[in-house]
């Protein structure tokens, strides 16, 4: 089981390279290759695994595809999906919960995918590279030791010099847990309100407009980081 793009390791997606050697191992092991897409589903109109030269044979989802319900899904390839299916003669791993197929849940579900086409997809994922590159500016202009990881329509500042590639680079000691602190409070007093490991997600409702007030916001934030490091 993998997830393509590890937001406790620093939002930085796989490599190629590294996924592709995972489906070798697992075909020459008789194993199944999973992706987890609970949240990078929303990177690509197919899924974080459209980026990819391999395909898995189980995929799990959740989060967007509740739309805004909680919500969760397993699909895969035939062979393996037919170990759950219900009409079949001998269902060899029985499935069942108090919440499947909840009607409000897969009515909300519904609504959201039928706007989540491939230009929806498309525009969302331009808007987070110029929010990337907008970040990337402001912090060559503030001199401030950051950076910024993501992919698709998600992204991730770091109080670090160079992009983290691992998760003992991605590890956040206290000092760093304590200005990363100070600048979530500074966003959140200017309206801007990021996850606490001040990552971005963002949604089909935002444009330019929304980009420009919180790359302000973080360029302030930079500035009075800045003047506390020195």
Known sequence: MVDLL???VGL??????FVCALRKWAD?????LVFDEVITFRTNYQGAQQNYSVMPDLT???????GGFPAGALAGCDKVMKVLDPSEPKVLLPHSGTFSANPITMTAGLSVM???????????????????????????ETGISACVTGAGSMFRVHLKAKAPKNYRQAYVDKAESKLINQLLDHLF?????????????????????????LVNALKSGFDKLKTEMT
């Open 6 to 8: 590890p937001h406790r």
């Open 12 to 17: 930085i997606p796989a490599s190629d390279e």
């Open 28 to 32: 020459n092991n008789a194993s199944l």
């Open 60 to 66: 799990a989802m959740g989060k967007i595809i509740g």
């Open 114 to 140: 039928k706007d989540f086409d491939q230009a929806a997809v498309t525009r969302l994922n331009d808007l987070a590279l110029y929010a990337k590159a907008e970040i990337n500016r402001v912090i060559d």
């Open 189 to 213: 007093d200017n309206g801007v309100m990021m996850i606490n490991t001040c990552s971005a997600a963002l949604s089909t409702a935002m444009g330019k407009k929304e980009i420009d007030h």
